[in-house]
């Protein structure tokens, strides 16, 4: 990260907040204060989105800012946890960006209604003033995941990408200034023309536990980036099998060929 912990300092309300984290053995008071000057974007304000964002904001993220061009559906409530009933027909990403403030007054969370592209990304990542910390990918299709990645070489953002879908799940933590390979290179380009790729939420069902426990598992990782500049996930593709409890890790390297972080 570029930002200075000379020129921060924890209040006592955050020092009161993030007590117990700040408690744990391996993460002290640097670490919050890295973690309270980190500015992270996410695109995807549902079922990934929710639980990862809310508890990033809960241990003290200094900046959330959810890009998402969906509204809230009936659907939604059974794993979206930030919104309510009284929620269906607003938009996701404001919605849960005032959620988020009221969970944590003393973080900036802010919501784009808008859709990512190549096109916009400079703009919506606010890369005027300076290239934020972290990407999640918190959305639910393959296409769209293929252009966060192109957006997160361009620019060297390091990316959080996790899926979710019926009973499994994904997560990896890309580093693109690193040159040790990107989501292309794990899983190549998107082709709408096989089942996989078409495979969503919407379409194929996914358990409230999955969902959950990715966004955390995504929390989890970012957390450790964020605070401890640390990538728990250097090279690795972690698995989630809910339905066998179990979790593995599959190695990858950089594709020599790959036509996006390669070239």
């Given at each position: 990260m570029t930002h200075s912990l000379d020129t921060e300092m924890l209040l006592d309300a955050e020092l009161l907040r993030y007590a117990r984290q700040i408690l744990l053995e391996g993460w002290d008071v640097d670490?919050?204060?890295?973690?309270?000057?980190?500015?992270?974007?996410?695109?995807g304000a549902g079922g990934l989105g929710?639980?990862?964002?809310?508890t990033l904001v809960r241990a003290g993220l200094g900046q959330v800012h959810l890009i998402d061009d969906d509204v809230i559906e009936m659907s939604n409530l059974q794993r979206q946890t930030l919104f309510l009933p009284t929620d269906i027909g607003k938009p996701k990403a404001s919605t849960a960006a005032q959620m988020l403030q009221r969970i944590n007054p003393l973080i900036k969370a802010r919501g784009t209604v808008a859709r990512l592209s190549e096109e916009n990304a400079y703009?919506?990542?606010?890369?005027?003033?300076?290239?934020?910390?972290?990407?999640?990918?918190?959305?639910?299709?393959?296409?769209?995941?293929?252009?966060?990645?192109?957006?997160?070489?361009?620019?060297?953002?390091?990316?959080?990408?996790?899926?979710?879908?019926?009973?499994?799940?994904?997560?990896?933590?890309f580093e693109p200034q690193l040159n040790s390979g990107c989501y292309h290179c794990v899983f190549g380009a998107p082709n709408t023309d096989?089942?996989?790729?078409?495979?969503?939420?919407?379409?194929?069902?996914?358990?409230?536990?999955?969902?959950?426990?990715?966004?955390?598992?995504?929390?989890?990782?970012?957390?450790?980036?964020?605070?401890?500049?640390?990538?728990?996930?250097?090279?690795?593709?972690?698995?989630?099998?809910?339905?066998?409890?179990?979790?593995?890790?599959?190695?990858y390297k950089q594709d020599t060929g790959c036509p996006i972080c390669s070239v």
């Open positions: 670490a919050q204060l890295r973690l309270k000057s980190a500015r992270v974007v996410m695109i929710c639980p990862a964002s809310e703009e919506l990542l606010d890369m005027a003033s300076g290239k934020p910390d972290l990407l999640l990918d918190c959305t639910d299709n393959f296409a769209t995941r293929d252009i966060i990645n192109r957006i997160s070489v361009r620019y060297q953002i390091p990316l959080l990408t996790a899926s979710a879908i019926a009973m499994q799940g994904q997560l990896a933590l096989t089942e996989l790729d078409e495979r969503t939420c919407a379409n194929s069902g996914v358990l409230a536990s999955t969902t959950a426990i990715m966004g955390s598992l995504q929390a989890n990782a970012a957390l450790q980036y964020l605070g401890l500049t640390k990538n728990p996930l250097t090279g690795k593709l972690l698995l989630w099998d809910g339905s066998l409890m179990q979790q593995r890790l599959m190695g």
